[in-house]
């Protein structure tokens, strides 16, 4: 069995299980889910060691998700060819001195942010053309290090066109970054 989602009757979403024939229904509440509703399908991914915190999808199919245990990790959504995906494990890496707060693609495509206690807030961008290790698929080489928050950071936003990034810390400071072209 795997975990849905579908909207419920109030507009908000009802967690379902789907069973193998197809059929599903509501979490906990026994009650046939109505087919003609839409439905998500949800994948539990487990690799991080703790608490994932922050996660952050890429048009390219691309998921970068952050944790406590100080890694990131990238993955590759790819249909399943029954109408789902499954979730290919691409590369995980750490650069931060602890625990990563939070990711985010850039809108164009061309980097990650991640942001970390004690204000560490790097740029990642993926080597196309770097050899990968027998660990992973994908080299994801830090290009940036942003420094000066003086606090915790656990919130990124990219400007529409990726020249600027803003980091929110705890400390209730908002630092905005322009970023040049490197």
């Not at 290090?145 to 980091?167: C, E, K």
Request: aromatic share 8%; net charge neutral; charged share 25%.
């Amino acid at each position: 069995m795997c975990a849905v989602l579908s909207e419920g009757e109030d507009g908000g979403d009802v967690p379902m299980v789907r069973e193998r024939d197809g059929r599903g229904s509501p979490a906990g509440r026994g009650i046939e889910r109505d087919p003609t509703q839409p439905v998500v399908q949800v994948h539990n991914i487990h690799w991080h060691s703790s608490g994932v915190l922050s996660v952050s999808t890429h048009p390219s199919g691309r998921v970068a998700t952050s944790g406590s245990d100080g890694y990131i990790r990238i993955w590759k959504m790819h249909p399943d060819g029954k109408g789902g995906v499954y979730a290919e494990f691409r590369a995980a890496f750490e650069h931060h001195k602890g625990v990563v707060n939070v990711v985010r693609f850039s809108p164009n495509g061309r980097y990650l942010a991640t942001a970390s206690d004690g204000g560490d807030v790097f740029l990642w961008r993926l080597e196309a053309d770097a050899t990968a290790d027998e660990d992973n698929k994908e080299v994801w080489r830090s290009r940036r290090h942003l420094r000066g928050n003086t606090s915790d950071v656990y919130a990124l936003g990219w400007s529409p066109d990726s020249t600027h990034l803003a980091s929110g810390a705890v400390d209730a400071s908002i630092r905005i970054w322009r970023l040049s072209k490197r």
